[in-house]
């Protein structure tokens, strides 16, 4: 029996008047792509022929179309990305165009609704536009390989110019500093860069391991030889340990001995830090035995020494009068019996507390020479005449300029009125302090 005839398609439209309820209108671009039968299956236009993508029996035609509309936009957001990326170049080539051909795959005889046609159009020119791209990368990933080359061969001949130097003669700290971040900068052009040829890639590793090598090598002789130096310095000042905490009985009297084991100490060169620290501090404690024994006998001094500490502080107590004496020879005949006294006293320990209080009994003593100075250039003879003399010319220096003033005043002279004026003021200053 022969297959019935196809049915008319239905109209969009009519079949969207007899819906129940008013469906979301159907996107143009939808609607000039795909039609649905009245069976529900839904066709796409592909130049003059109509091709069945599937069915949507259980919805309005408008919806059959819109959802296979949008799995034809799917295609069409996967397209606009892979043309973003493209045109961002951000993005590997290659890659781009692996992408490009698996989508130009899925669109062919895709099961959507849309210029299908005019998508495979535009993955086929995003496919040859990738090529021109891909050439360049190609070319950008030579350059790329060669810079690497240079970079790579720059931190090898680094690392050689470290090898070079006069290994006996450098910091180890400094150079250990810098292989290792030789090293570091070596691993990390290895791991982030890119990949080098195998036999670039092994020639430049021998020469940076054979720099390395000899710089390790150099670094453990220093090392080894330090040790040796270590190990005298450890052994001398052990023994100065010894002589130290031996002088122990004799106390105070051990002290100067003891200051002769320091500079030996001081010469005895180092013995690494750990061992220096351990044997200073015995060597220390055995001093601080010594200086223990001078702290009491210093606070046992101090303690006989406290009635002279207080009778001089009497002592200073009654100078303060000499300040406040206005005859000079009252005032040094009492400064005189207070030192007479104070030399009486006798001696005062600590020595610190001695010179604490000479001190400011020299205090004392140089206030008052200060004004006997003074007094002798005031009462001088000599002194005395030159300053009469001087108020002599002064006066009559002043009395003729008052006469010149007297003059410019009244014959209107504002300048000469002005200059006298000035040498009046500074000869009378000078008079005043002629005590003219």
Do not use: C
């Not at 030579?142 to 110019?161: D, F, N």
């Not at 009654?318 to 005859?327: G, I, S, T, W, Y």
């Amino acid at each position: 029996m022969p297959a019935p005839p196809r049915k008319p398609l239905t109209p969009i439209v009519a079949a969207a008047a007899a819906a129940p309820a008013a469906p979301a209108p159907v996107a143009s671009d939808a609607a000039q792509w795909g039609r649905v039968t009245e069976d529900g299956t839904v066709e796409v236009r592909e130049g003059e022929n109509w091709r069945p993508v599937g069915q949507y029996p259980d919805g309005t035609p408008e919806e059959a179309l819109a959802y296979y509309a949008r799995k034809f936009d799917d295609f069409a957001v996967k397209l606009g990305t892979l043309e973003t990326r493209a045109q961002a170049g951000g993005s590997s080539a290659s890659d781009l165009t692996k992408q490009a051909k698996h989508l130009l795959t899925e669109v062919t005889d895709a099961a959507a609704v849309g210029d299908l046609a005019g998508l495979r159009a535009r993955i086929e020119m995003l496919i040859s536009s990738l090529s021109e791209a891909t050439e360049k990368e190609a070319e950008a990933a030579k350059e790329a390989l060669e810079a690497a080359i240079t970079e790579r061969a720059a931190i090898v001949e680094k690392a050689e110019a470290v090898a070079a130097r006069d290994l006996t003669k450098v910091q180890w700290k400094q150079v250990t500093v810098e292989m290792t971040e030789l090293f570091d900068a070596w691993q990390a052009h290895q791991q982030n860069g890119p990949r080098l040829p195998k036999g670039t890639a092994q020639q430049l590793w021998k020469r940076f391991r054979d720099a390395r090598s000899s710089v390790d090598k150099a670094r453990r002789a220093f090392f080894s030889e330090l040790d040796d130096v270590h190990r005298a310095a450890r052994d001398a000042k052990s023994r100065l340990v010894e002589r130290a905490e031996a002088l122990a009985p004799r106390g105070v009297d051990g002290i100067p001995a003891y200051r002769g084991l320091l500079d030996e100490w001081k010469a005895a060169g180092r013995a690494g830090r750990k061992a220096d620290d351990a044997l200073w501090a015995k060597f220390k404690a055995a001093g601080d035995a010594l200086y223990a024994a001078r702290a009491e006998q210093a606070a046992a001094e101090e303690a006989d020494s406290a009635p002279r500490i207080e009778a001089r502080e009497a002592l200073l107590e009654e100078a303060k009068a000499v300040a406040d004496e206005p005859n000079l020879k009252r005032a040094r005949a009492l400064l005189t019996r207070i030192q007479r006294q104070w030399d009486e006293v006798g001696r005062i320990f600590p020595r610190e507390r001695e010179r604490a209080l000479d001190d400011r009994m020299r205090s004392i003593e140089q206030a008052l020479k200060s004004r006997e100075d003074v007094d002798w250039k005031k009462n001088n003879p000599e002194t005395k005449a030159r300053a009469n003399d001087m108020s002599s010319q002064l006066v009559e220096s002043i009395e003729k300029l008052e006469a010149e003033l007297a003059a410019a005043e009244k014959s209107g002279d504002k300048r000469a009125v002005k200059e006298a004026t000035e040498a009046l003021t500074a000869r009378r200053a000078w008079l005043n302090a002629l005590g003219g």
